[in-house]
Each structure stands twice: as C-alpha cells, then as structure tokens.
C-alpha cells in the first residue's frame, strides 16, 4: 500500500492514524498487519505468546519500513491481569490510535467429550482476551480524544460452525457480536470497530507456514485456493484509513467464496464423512 490515504473526501479529517497495537503479531496474519500498517507509516505495537522470536522478526519487519516498533509480551491465559501489556505499549508508543486483535487460539474435539477445561480456556483467549484489550485501547482512544479504530479479527467461524471446534466457534461469534455493541458504544467517540472473518489463511496456525497459497487447491473454494495472510492484512489497513471512517458494525469476509458454498456443498457432498474431525 503505497499511502495510507486515497483521495480525501471533502468534509474528511485528515489526521492520520500514528500508532497501533496489533496482538499476535508475532507471526501469520498478526505480522502481515503489522508490516502492513508500518509500510503506512504507522507505529506499531507487537505482542507475543511463546514466540519472542518471532515478535522480533516482526519488529525488524516494522523498522525496515522507518516505523517504530515495541514488543511486549501478552499472555491472554493470564487474564486479566495480562493486559496491563496494552497500556504499557500506548504509553511507549506515544498513544494508540489502533487496536488489532489477532491473538486467538483453537481446539480440535468433539463437544461430547471435552473438559471445561478446555473450553474455557480457548474461549477466555478468543473472547475474554479480546474484551479486555478491547475496553483498554478505548479508554486510550476515548482521553486521547482523536478518535480511532478497533479490528477484531474473527474468522469465517463468526458466521458458520465447524465439527470439532465448538469454543473457537463459539468465542468467534462472539467476537463479533461484541464488535456490533462495541460499535454502538464507541461510536460518540469517534471510533470505528468492526471484524475481519478469514477463511483458510496459509499460516503456521493452518500448518501452512511459507506455503505460496495459490500452489495449494482447494476445489469446494470458489477461488479455488487458500489465502494469504496479506490479503487478510489489506482489509484491515483499509478499515484503518480515514476513508473507512463511516464503516463500523460490520463484519469483512476475507474466504476466496467459501461462505457462498453452503448448498452447492450440499448437494454435492456424496458421504458423511464431514461429521468426523477433519485431518490434523
């Protein structure tokens, strides 16, 4: 994206986001926002899990486009406590004008046999997690008062289930109804907040790290491919421009087609085998 403006329209306010937080950013979709917007000429806040590796290959990423990069830690199993991390990057940052929330993790298990345990634990990351950091860049965003931008990354699984994945399901429509309220109450203060729902992203969390997607088919897609993680990243940039800064409520699929597929996969489907866990 060679600026973070397209042509400005008459009565729209020129200042610019300056800084963001993007969660997760360590690797996958988190890192491609994070290059994306510095290459805006954004300042951005990176956080981690495990991989303070490569949060730092993030880093590098973001200063190789002239922004400034700070790393920190976030840990979304330690709520919520954990968050504090937010406001210690805002305050590095001189402010937050953006947040991007992309931490998220998932299970593969049938309801009928899962522990609290682990229910509990993927929707405390993908909903709880996503709340908290959330309510504090608002409060940011709300004393700064320049407004700002909140995108909450979702997943095609906000709108449509999946066998074996009932809390990452069920945390992700969440999301993105906490999206739509937030919207509501956010709204007087100039922030904008909505969802990014990715289909199948060439990933480490898709077991496709480094993978060119469009080697890789996938007949029931219409696009016929995976995406990339900078596809997913180009939504989001936008909904960060001050172009977008009517849209909020809503939610953006990034999925080559995939949701359009419901009753051509119907009717073409020849066995049952869709009720059994997908491979790996």
Same mark, same amino acid.
């Given at each position: 994206?060679?600026?973070?403006?397209?042509?400005?329209?008459?009565?729209?306010?020129?200042?610019?986001?300056?800084?963001?937080?993007?969660?997760?950013?360590?690797?996958?979709?988190?890192?491609?926002?994070?290059?994306?917007?510095?290459?805006?000429?954004?300042?951005?806040?990176?956080?981690?899990?495990?991989?303070?590796?490569?949060?730092?290959?993030?880093?590098?990423?973001?200063?190789?486009?002239?922004?400034?990069?700070?790393?920190?830690?976030?840990?979304?199993?330690?709520?919520?406590?954990?968050?504090?991390?937010?406001?210690?990057?805002?305050?590095? +940052?001189?402010?937050?004008?953006?947040?991007?929330?992309?931490?998220?993790?998932?299970?593969?298990?049938?309801?009928?046999?899962?522990?609290?345990?682990?229910?509990?634990?993927?929707?405390?990351?993908?909903?709880?997690?996503?709340? +908290?950091?959330?309510?504090?860049?608002?409060?940011?965003?709300?004393?700064?008062?320049?407004?700002?931008?909140?995108?909450?990354?979702?997943?095609?699984?906000?709108?449509?289930?999946?066998?074996?994945?009932?809390?990452?399901?069920?945390?992700?429509?969440?999301?993105?109804?906490?999206?739509?309220?937030?919207?509501?109450?956010?709204?007087?203060?100039?922030?904008?907040?909505?969802?990014?729902?990715?289909?199948?992203?060439?990933?480490?969390?898709?077991?496709?790290?480094?993978?060119?997607?469009?080697?890789?088919?996938?007949?029931?897609?219409?696009?016929?491919?995976?995406?990339?993680?900078?596809?997913?990243?180009?939504?989001?940039?936008?909904?960060?421009?001050?172009?977008?800064?009517?849209?909020?409520?809503?939610?953006?699929?990034?999925?080559?087609?995939?949701?359009?597929?419901?009753?051509?996969?119907?009717?073409?489907?020849?066995?049952?085998?869709?009720?059994?866990?997908?491979?790996?």
């Amino acid at each position: 994206m060679d600026s973070f403006h397209s042509a400005p329209l008459p009565h729209e306010q020129l200042d610019r986001p300056r800084t963001a937080v993007v969660t997760g950013s360590d690797s996958g979709i988190g890192r491609a926002v994070a290059v994306t917007l510095a290459a805006a000429g954004v300042d951005v806040g990176i956080t981690y899990h495990r991989d303070a590796g490569g949060a730092e290959n993030t880093a590098t990423d973001v200063t190789g486009c002239g922004a400034k990069a700070v790393v920190r830690r976030l840990d979304l199993t330690g709520l919520p406590g954990s968050v504090t991390a937010i406001d210690e990057l805002a305050d590095e +940052l001189g402010g937050i004008d953006i947040l991007v929330n992309c931490a998220g993790t998932g299970s593969s298990e049938p309801v009928i046999g899962m522990a609290y345990d682990t229910w509990r634990g993927v929707v405390s990351v993908d909903l709880d997690g996503a709340f +908290l950091c959330a309510q504090r860049a608002a409060r940011r965003m709300i004393e700064a008062g320049r407004g700002g931008r909140i995108i909450n990354i979702t997943s095609v699984h906000e709108h449509a289930p999946r066998v074996g994945a009932a809390p990452y399901c069920a945390a992700k429509a969440g999301l993105g109804m906490l999206t739509k309220v937030l919207a509501l109450e956010l709204a007087e203060h100039d922030i904008t907040v909505n969802s990014v729902a990715p289909g199948e992203i060439s990933t480490p969390m898709t077991g496709q790290e480094d993978v060119n997607p469009r080697t890789e088919s996938r007949p029931g897609v219409p696009l016929g491919r995976p995406g990339h993680a900078h596809e997913v990243a180009a939504v989001v940039a936008f909904l960060a421009t001050p172009a977008a800064g009517y849209i909020t409520g809503a939610s953006y699929l990034v999925d080559g087609g995939m949701l359009l597929m419901g009753p051509q996969a119907s009717s073409e489907l020849s066995t049952t085998d869709w009720r059994k866990l997908s491979p790996g």
